[in-house]
């Protein structure tokens, strides 16, 4: 068996899946580049939010609205998988390499031995070794990615700088990402509405941050101060 007839086995199929997910999420990823959107970005927004703003130098005020119960199983297994340490794009990635590679290595085992094995077999086998090494990958990448927010500033010293939405439109209901970058030129990306109920904002818009509300920016349209 050559090696393209193993790659795409019939044993191996969910395996091959994982693997032309991975060209897809590039393709795309590269046609975002020309076009201007961000599909991680639109991953990030579809999942609950489980961030835990961690800056020690940021007095942050809970809204007394907030709810602070018991989260659910989900956002327990996505906490669990780091989903916030990491893009979630490359949380995706980095599962469907995992699982991807854990097959292909055990199927190769197998083939020596008795010869390729089942798919309905390998498969858990894979899964169940994907979620623990997407976890261990993500935890190492949280130490080395830049985070959204830098620890090097507080947070309140983005307030009063001009941002550019990234993911919108925003408005004062419907929260969006801007890109805004600090007094030190390090470039941020942070959570943004509107700070006006009948105002909102385009992807590519420029936007003055004017207050933090626990981990999400308020905005408005910058004076004409700002444009000279």
């Known amino acids: 068996m050559n090696t393209l007839d193993f790659f795409l086995a019939a ?6 899946a994982a693997s032309m997910i991975i060209l897809a999420i590039a393709a795309v990823q590269i ?3 020309v076009l201007g959107f961000g599909l991680s970005e639109t991953l990030e927004n579809l999942l609950p939010n489980t961030e835990v ?9 809970i809204d007394a609205d907030l709810d602070l119960g018991e989260p659910g199983w989900l956002e327990q297994f996505f906490g669990w998988l780091n989903v916030g340490r990491v893009p979630v794009l490359v949380l ?5 390499t995992s699982f991807a590679a854990t097959g292909y290595v055990l199927q190769a085992f197998a083939l020596g031995i008795t010869g390729l094995l089942p798919n309905v077999l390998v498969g858990p086998l894979a899964l169940a070794a994907a979620f623990p090494t997407t976890r261990a990958t993500s935890r190492l990448l949280g130490r080395i990615l830049p985070k959204e927010e830098s620890n090097a500033i507080s947070p309140e010293e983005l307030v009063g ?3 550019t939405v990234t993911l919108g439109p925003v408005g004062r209901q419907t929260a969006g990402k801007a890109r805004v970058m600090d007094a030190h030129g390090n470039l941020h990306f942070v959570r ?6 009948d105002a909102s904002f385009d992807v590519g818009a420029e936007i003055l941050l004017v207050r933090r509300d626990g981990s999400i920016f308020e905005a408005i349209t910058p004076p004409a101060i700002f444009n000279t």
């Open 53 to 61: 703003d961690l800056d020690a130098d940021a007095d942050v005020d």
């Open 31 to 33: 046609l975002g580049l």
């Open 92 to 96: 995706l990635l980095t599962f469907l």
């Open 161 to 163: 700088e001009i941002a």
């Open 11 to 16: 044993e191996n199929t969910s395996f091959a």
């Open 192 to 197: 943004v509405r509107s700070a006006r109920p």
